[in-house]
C-alpha cells in the first residue's frame, strides 16, 4: 500500500515538472524600449515619476523600460501587463527612504492577508496584470534598516515597512536576474499568480525583521530555479491568505538559508497545497548572522504545516542538504482558523502523503525533527527515504515525553516546545501522526545521547 502511493506520487510529479517546463516561458522580446531619462530623470533626483511615465508608455504597445545608468531613487512603481522592468548591470533602484512615497494599494479582492495583516505598501507593485517581468543583471535596495523604517517583529501587520516586491492576481510573470537586498520587510510576494517563473535570483533580506525572502501565496504553476536566498525570516514560504489554492510547483537548485524557517508551508494556509516538487537544494541556517537581529541557526530546515483549515498533500522533497536548522524537519497541525472578519472558522485541515527522499545533513541543532498532529486529526501517510542527518548531541538529562502539552495556542514554528525542552528523541518524536515510514532513516549525533532515537507516541 505505502509504495502505491508513492511511486505514483514520484511519476506524477516526475510529469508535472516536464508540464511546468513546457508550458512557462521566459518573457519574449518586444521592440520598444523606454528610458526615465527620455521622461526627465536627472541623477541625484527623486526618479519616480520619471520612471512611471517609462512605464506606461510601455505600456501602450508592449515592451522594456531600462534602468541602464547608475542610481535611480525611486518610491512605489505600478507595473502595466505586458511591461518589462530591466535594471541593468551597473544601475540599481533605490528604495526612497520617505514612506510618503508609499501610497497604500489596497487590494481590490480582499483576502485575509489584507484585512488580517495590513500590508498595503511596497516598492514595485502590481494587480490583475498579465505578461510582466522584472529582470536584469543589477540590484534592487530596499534600503530598509531600522533607522528608515522603524517597527517591531510582529506575526499580525507590518505597518509602515513596506515590501519590496508585491504582485496580486496576475498571470504569466517572470522575475530573474536581479539582486534583491534590504527590504523594509518580505522581500516579494506573489498572491494568485498564474505561470509564475523565478530564476537566478540573489536575495539577501537582512536589513529588519520579518524579512522574508520568498512568499508564494495561493499561486499556480510556479517554476523556481537557480536562486540564492539569504534571509533573517522564511527564505521559501508557500501561503494560502490569499484563500487560494497553491498547486504544481517545481522548485530546484536553490540555496535557501535563514534565521527562522529555510522552507515552509504556512502559517497562513487559508487554501490548500498540493502536488509540489522541491529537488537539489541546499538549505538550512545561516553561517553568521549579518544583521545582529537574529540568530545564525535556522529554526528549522523544512516546517510543513495546516493551521487554518487548508490540506497538505502530494509533495515530495528529494535530494536536500539540511545543515545548521535547529529542527531539520518539522510539521504540524492545529486549529488556528484565521480568517477574514465575519468568515467563519475553518474545520481542521489534513496534512498527508508527503514523501522526503534522499536528505543529508550536518551541523543540526538538538531539538531534533519532530511531528505534531491533533488527538482526532493525525499526521498521515509520510515516508522518509534515506535520510543521513549529522547534528549536535544533547548533554543534559532529557525531558520526559510526558511534560510536553499539545500546545494549541502556540504560534506553530518548531521553537514552540523550547520552553519544556528539546524534542524527547533526537532524530523523530511524533505525536498524534499514523502511517509514518522510516526506510534507512538515520541521525548520527555527534557524541553519547541519552534520548532514544525515535519516539512515537499516540
Given at each position: 500500500?505505502?509504495?502505491?502511493?508513492?511511486?505514483?506520487?514520484?511519476e506524477?510529479?516526475?510529469?508535472?515538472?516536464?508540464?511546468?517546463?513546457?508550458?512557462?516561458?521566459?518573457?519574449?522580446?518586444?521592440?520598444?524600449?523606454?528610458?526615465?531619462?527620455?521622461?526627465?530623470?536627472?541623477?541625484?533626483?527623486?526618479?519616480?515619476?520619471?520612471?512611471?511615465?517609462?512605464?506606461?508608455a510601455?505600456?501602450?504597445?508592449?515592451?522594456?523600460?531600462?534602468?541602464?545608468?547608475?542610481?535611480?531613487?525611486?518610491g512605489t512603481?505600478?507595473?502595466?501587463?505586458?511591461?518589462?522592468?530591466?535594471?541593468?548591470?551597473?544601475?540599481?533602484?533605490?528604495?526612497?527612504?520617505?514612506?510618503?512615497?508609499?501610497?497604500?494599494k489596497?487590494?481590490?479582492?480582499?483576502?485575509?492577508?489584507?484585512?488580517?495583516?495590513?500590508?498595503?505598501?511596497?516598492?514595485?507593485?502590481?494587480?490583475?496584470?498579465?505578461?510582466?517581468?522584472?529582470?536584469?543583471?543589477?540590484?534592487?535596495?530596499?534600503?530598509?534598516?531600522?533607522?528608515?523604517?522603524?517597527?517591531?517583529?510582529?506575526?499580525?501587520?507590518?505597518?509602515?515597512?513596506?515590501?519590496?516586491?508585491?504582485?496580486?492576481?496576475?498571470s504569466?510573470?517572470?522575475?530573474?536576474?536581479?539582486?534583491?537586498k534590504?527590504a523594509?520587510?518580505?522581500?516579494?510576494?506573489?498572491?494568485?499568480?498564474?505561470?509564475?517563473?523565478?530564476?537566478?535570483?540573489?536575495?539577501?533580506?537582512?536589513?529588519?525583521?520579518?524579512?522574508?525572502?520568498?512568499?508564494?501565496?495561493g499561486?499556480?504553476?510556479?517554476?523556481?530555479?537557480?536562486c540564492?536566498?539569504?534571509?533573517?525570516?522564511?527564505?521559501?514560504?508557500?501561503?494560502?491568505?490569499?484563500?487560494?489554492?497553491?498547486?504544481?510547483i517545481?522548485?530546484?537548485?536553490?540555496?535557501?538559508?535563514?534565521?527562522?524557517?529555510?522552507?515552509?508551508?504556512?502559517?497562513?494556509?487559508?487554501?490548500?497545497?498540493?502536488?509540489?516538487?522541491?529537488?537539489?537544494?541546499?538549505?538550512?541556517?545561516?553561517?553568521?548572522?549579518?544583521s545582529?537581529?537574529?540568530h545564525?541557526?535556522?529554526?528549522?530546515?523544512?516546517?510543513?504545516?495546516?493551521?487554518?483549515?487548508?490540506?497538505?498533500?502530494?509533495?515530495?522533497?528529494?535530494?536536500?542538504?539540511?545543515?545548521?536548522?535547529m529542527?531539520?524537519?518539522?510539521?504540524?497541525?492545529?486549529?488556528?482558523?484565521?480568517?477574514?472578519?465575519?468568515?467563519p472558522?475553518?474545520?481542521?485541515?489534513?496534512?498527508?502523503?508527503?514523501?522526503?527522499?534522499?536528505?543529508?545533513?550536518?551541523?543540526?541543532g538538538?531539538?531534533?525533527?519532530?511531528?505534531?498532529?491533533?488527538?482526532?486529526?493525525?499526521?498521515?501517510?509520510?515516508?522518509?527515504?534515506?535520510?543521513?542527518?549529522?547534528?549536535?548531541?544533547?548533554?543534559?538529562?532529557?525531558?520526559?515525553?510526558?511534560?510536553?502539552?499539545?500546545?494549541?495556542?502556540?504560534?506553530?514554528?518548531?521553537?514552540?516546545?523550547?520552553?519544556?525542552?528539546?524534542?524527547?528523541?533526537?532524530?523523530?518524536?511524533?505525536?498524534?501522526?499514523?502511517?509514518?515510514?522510516?526506510?534507512?532513516?538515520?541521525?548520527?549525533?555527534?557524541?553519547?545521547?541519552?534520548?532514544?532515537?525515535?519516539?512515537?507516541?499516540?
Amino acid at each position: 500500500m505505502n509504495g502505491s502511493w508513492t511511486d505514483s506520487l514520484q511519476e506524477d510529479l516526475e510529469k508535472m515538472a516536464a508540464a511546468l517546463e513546457s508550458s512557462i516561458h521566459p518573457w519574449q522580446e518586444r521592440e520598444g524600449v523606454w528610458r526615465p531619462e527620455q521622461f526627465g530623470a536627472e541623477p541625484g533626483k527623486k526618479a519616480t515619476e520619471a520612471i512611471q511615465k517609462a512605464i506606461d508608455a510601455a505600456a501602450l504597445h508592449g515592451g522594456t523600460v531600462k534602468l541602464s545608468r547608475g542610481d535611480y531613487l525611486s518610491g512605489t512603481l505600478v507595473m502595466r501587463s505586458n511591461v518589462r522592468l530591466q535594471i541593468c548591470a551597473g544601475a540599481r533602484l533605490l528604495a526612497s527612504t520617505d514612506l510618503a512615497d508609499y501610497p497604500e494599494k489596497h487590494a481590490k479582492r480582499l483576502t485575509v492577508q489584507d484585512t488580517s495583516m495590513g500590508m498595503h505598501q511596497s516598492l514595485i507593485f502590481a494587480e490583475g496584470c498579465r505578461n510582466i517581468c522584472l529582470c536584469g543583471d543589477g540590484v534592487i535596495d530596499g534600503r530598509g534598516t531600522p533607522d528608515h523604517f522603524p517597527g517591531e517583529e510582529t506575526a499580525q501587520g507590518t505597518p509602515g515597512r513596506p515590501f519590496l516586491i508585491r504582485i496580486l492576481d496576475c498571470s504569466d510573470v517572470e522575475v530573474s536576474g536581479v539582486t534583491l537586498k534590504n527590504a523594509a520587510c518580505w522581500m516579494q510576494n506573489y498572491l494568485n499568480c498564474e505561470r509564475l517563473l523565478l530564476t537566478h535570483l540573489t536575495v539577501r533580506n537582512h536589513a529588519n525583521y520579518n524579512n522574508d525572502g520568498m512568499d508564494i501565496d495561493g499561486c499556480r504553476d510556479v517554476i523556481i530555479r537557480h536562486c540564492r536566498v539569504s534571509s533573517g525570516d522564511d527564505a521559501l514560504c508557500f501561503k494560502g491568505a490569499s484563500q487560494r489554492n497553491t498547486e504544481r510547483i517545481l522548485v530546484e537548485d536553490c540555496d535557501f538559508y535563514s534565521a527562522c524557517n529555510a522552507i515552509k508551508v504556512g502559517t497562513d494556509t487559508q487554501g490548500s497545497f498540493r502536488n509540489i516538487l522541491v529537488r537539489h537544494c541546499r538549505i538550512g541556517g545561516l553561517a553568521e548572522d549579518p544583521s545582529g537581529l537574529k540568530h545564525p541557526c535556522s529554526d528549522s530546515g523544512v516546517s510543513l504545516e495546516t493551521v487554518d483549515g487548508g490540506t497538505v498533500e502530494r509533495i515530495w522533497l528529494d535530494d536536500l542538504h539540511i545543515r545548521r536548522a535547529m529542527s531539520p524537519l518539522f510539521f504540524r497541525i492545529a486549529d488556528r482558523g484565521r480568517v477574514k472578519p465575519g468568515d467563519p472558522k475553518p474545520g481542521i485541515g489534513q496534512l498527508h502523503r508527503v514523501l522526503v527522499t534522499h536528505v543529508r545533513g550536518t551541523g543540526n541543532g538538538i531539538r531534533g525533527s519532530y511531528m505534531m498532529g491533533m488527538k482526532e486529526h493525525p499526521i498521515q501517510e509520510i515516508t522518509f527515504r534515506d535520510v543521513l542527518l549529522e547534528q549536535y548531541a544533547m548533554d543534559d538529562t532529557p525531558v520526559d515525553a510526558s511534560c510536553f502539552g499539545d500546545y494549541p495556542d502556540a504560534y506553530p514554528d518548531a521553537h514552540m516546545i523550547d520552553d519544556t525542552g528539546p524534542a524527547p528523541a533526537y532524530a523523530l518524536w511524533t505525536r498524534y501522526a499514523e502511517g509514518i515510514r522510516l526506510e534507512d532513516y538515520r541521525v548520527l549525533p555527534d557524541g553519547e545521547e541519552k534520548r532514544p532515537a525515535v519516539l512515537q507516541e499516540n
